[in-house]
């Protein structure tokens, strides 16, 4: 089958999508040249979380992903971010593709935390591609193989890049899923007071909290 290699070359964040997306430039070589049809491509996506190192502030943020920093040397752990399929169209020895990445702002996803968390630096990724390829042997017959997991990248997702993709969408804000009994109580809450919105409401609650707390 033909020796295919991936490259992640950069990532950028997409000015007009309809969410936070980043989109990455995917380099791909195919050593034996033969003529590729097409790729359907599967990409995971995981954060190899041990390849950086955290200063004070970044440990005490992310205390709820890994636990406290004392005991780091048994919880720190690569965390899946998420996956996508890409169809890539006809190529010979080598093409570049824009693979699409939608981000998440959702806190309940420990992804999500660990990214949010880091304040500069890099994001060290791991792309795991996977999927069928579609070509042409010598004798012109068409044929279809497995890309097997062990098609890996690496690449260091520069942390202004990310922030840079949400911004756009969601300048100085974040998001909190609540259940529906508890918003419901949220705006009844909201209601009695005439608070003109949710986060006045929740700075109601917050200074009456600092007053009980007192």
Known sequence: MPALSFTVERAEPVRFAAAPTLAFTLRIDNAGGEAIRSLALDAQIRIAATRRAYDAAAQARLADVFGEPERWSTTLHGLFWTRT??????????????????????????ASRYLDALADGAIPLDFLFSGSVFYTDAAAVLRVERIAWDREAAFELPVRTWKEALEQHFPDTAWVRLRRDTFARLAAYRARRALPTWEAALEALLARDAEVAA
């Open 85 to 110: 399929t890409l169809i890539v169209p006809a190529f010979g020895e080598r093409t570049t593709v824009s693979l699409p990445i939608a981000c998440t702002y959702d806190f309940d996803v420990a």
